[in-house]
Nanobody, 116 residues
């Protein structure tokens, strides 16, 4: 049973940056994908970005050029670097890890608030 823990959220002004971390208790190369999702107040949870075992990444169009997903295999941690934040980026950010066998794990989420 893998554990997924997000951290790094907080309050940031428009135009600012934050770096989120997703620490996983198992070797992250054993996962078919690790992705970031976010849920704004009153809205559904939406996909933001994913990273795959070979290191390839995909991003949702609204965050391309601003958000970058990366990983540190030695720390079993996936990151989401978020730049040029705006109010629409406010929400709870979740990390989702899918094992090669298909089992899905979610973290508890970390709050990101963009406000002046």
């Amino acid at each position: 049973q893998a554990q997924v823990v997000e951290s790094g959220g907080g309050l940031v002004q428009p135009g600012g940056s934050l770096k989120l971390s997703c620490a996983i208790s198992e070797n992250i190369l054993n996962f078919a994908s690790i992705s970031w999702h976010r849920q704004a107040p009153g809205k559904q949870r939406d996909w933001v970005a994913s990273i795959f075992p070979r290191g390839n990444v995909t991003n949702e169009d609204a965050v391309k050029g601003r958000f970058t997903v990366s990983r540190d295999n030695t720390k079993n941690t996936v990151y989401l670097q978020m730049n040029d934040l705006n109010a629409d980026d406010t929400g709870v950010y979740y990390c989702k890890a899918i094992e090669l066998g298909g089992k899905i794990y979610w973290g508890q989420g970390t709050q990101v608030t963009v406000s002046s």
